[in-house]
C-alpha cells in the first residue's frame, strides 16, 4: 500500500488543503483535494480521451437528464460537456456510443460501513459506487482492502465515533470525558486525514458544541448518531448533518416518552433495537410535532441521512412482528414529508448491514426505498450525487459532470429518472478517468 510522502501530510495537515497539477493539453489544471479521500494517492489517474456521444445526460445539477449529448474525458477530467453534434469529438479519442445508456456522476454514500467485510468496497465500487464515507471505523480498518492493488471507492473516513463512557461500540469508538479529551481526541484524528467527524449517542451538548467548534475551524464537517440526544439541540450545537432516521424519534415524542427512552438505552444500550421500534410504532408523523421538527430541519439546511434499509421490515414466514412493520412504515412517511418540504436528504447504504438487499447492493436498495417515500427519482440521484458530494465538502471536484472536475462516471443501460431500479443496470464504471474491470 503506498503512504502519504512526509510533505504532502504537512501540506494537509498544517495548511488543511492539497494541490495537485494536472496537464490538460499544456495547460495547468488546479484542483484541490480537501477534505481528501485516505486512497488519495492510490488510485491511478486515466490519460486517456474519450468521447461518449449520443447519451441521455444525469449531470447532477438538476434532476432530469438532457438527451442526445456528448461527454468529453481527457486525462481524468471532464474536459467537454454538450450536446451532439456542437462539441467536436479529439481525432485520438476512443469513442462510446450512448444511445439507450445514461450518463451520470459516480454514487457518492454518505453512510458506508466496511465491518471487515472483504472486498466488499470492491464489490461497491464495481457497482457504481465511487466514493463512500464510512462513519466510525478506525482507519486501519482499511489496510487490508488498500493492500489487495483491487479497485477500491474513493474512501473518505471519518475514524472511529466520539462517544463517551461507556461507549455504544467500544472497538469503533475513541472515548472523551471533557473538553482536554476531546481536544486530545480531535488532534489525533486530524493527524490520521479524517475528512469529517462522526459523534455517537452518548456525548453531552457541551462537547458536541466543542467538537464542531473544532472541527468547523479546520474546515470539517461533523455528523452525529444521537438517538438519545434532542436533535433540535444538537443541531444548534453545530452538527452539519444526522444519521438515521431514528436519531429523531425523541423529538417526535413526549418529553416523558424521550426520557424514559433515553434511560433505558443509557442503563442498557441494547435495549435500542426494541426500544427505538416501540417509540416509531406510536409517533405521529402527521403531528404539530413533526411539523416543527420539519420546518427545523429544512430551516437549518442540516443533512438528514435516514438509512432506511436497515430498519425494513416485512411480514413473511416467520416474520410477524408487526411493531417493526408499523415502525418501518412511520419512518417511511416521515421521510417523504422532509423530501416533499426540501429537506436536505442524503443517500446511505448502510453497508453490507441491509437485510433485504442484494449483497454489494445496498445503495441502489436504499435509493428504491426513498423512492417509495414518495421522492422523486431526480432527486433520489442527484441527492446520491451532488447533495451528497455537498455533504462531504467535495462538490467542487466531484458529484456532477462538468468541466475541471474528476470524471468518476456511470453508463447505465435505461433512465434511472423514469424507473429508479435502472439504477442496477450498471454497464460501466469510470473512476478518475479509468474503466473499471
Known sequence: MKKYSLLYLS??????????????????????????????????????????????LFDGLSESTIENSTVIVRNGLIDKVGLKGEIDIPENAEVIEGNGLTLMPGLVDAHFHYDHVKHF????VRNGVTSVRDPGQWIEAFDFERETGDPLPRLFLT???????PPSWPKDSYMVRDKAEVKEAMDYLFSQNVSAIKIYQN?????IKEVTDIAHAKGLPVTAHLEITDVRQAILAGLDGVEHVTSLGTALVSKRKAEEFRQKMMADNKSRISGRLEMWKDIDVNSKRADSLIKFLEEKQTFLTPTLGPYEYIIEG??????????????????????KANVRIAVGSHGPWVPYAKKGWSYQHEMDLLSKTGMGNG????????????????DHRLG?????????????????????????NIERVMLNGIWLE
Open 11 to 56: 501540506i494537509v495537515i498544517v495548511f488543511f488543503s492539497c494541490k495537485e497539477n494536472l496537464q490538460e493539453q499544456g495547460s495547468e489544471k488546479e484542483i484541490q483535494f480537501f477534505p481528501v479521500e485516505v486512497n488519495h494517492e492510490e488510485i491511478p489517474l486515466g490519460d486517456n480521451i474519450y468521447a461518449i456521444v449520443g447519451v441521455s
Open 159 to 165: 475514524g472511529p465515533h466520539i462517544d463517551m463512557p
Open 400 to 424: 456532477s459532470i462538468e468541466k475541471g472536475k474528476q470524471a468518476d462516471l456511470l453508463l447505465i443501460s435505461g433512465n434511472p429518472t423514469e424507473n429508479i431500479r435502472d439504477m442496477y
Open 203 to 207: 456525548l453531552p451538548l457541551g462537547l
Open 379 to 394: 432527486a433520489i440521484m442527484k441527492a446520491s450525487t451532488l447533495e451528497n458530494a455537498k455533504f462531504l465538502k467535495i
Open 318 to 339: 416467520d416474520k410477524t412482528d408487526s411493531t417493526a412493520l408499523i415502525a418501518f412504515q412511520h419512518m417511511t412517511e416521515f421521510i417523504g414529508r422532509c423530501a
Open 121 to 124: 468496497p470492491t464489490k461497491f
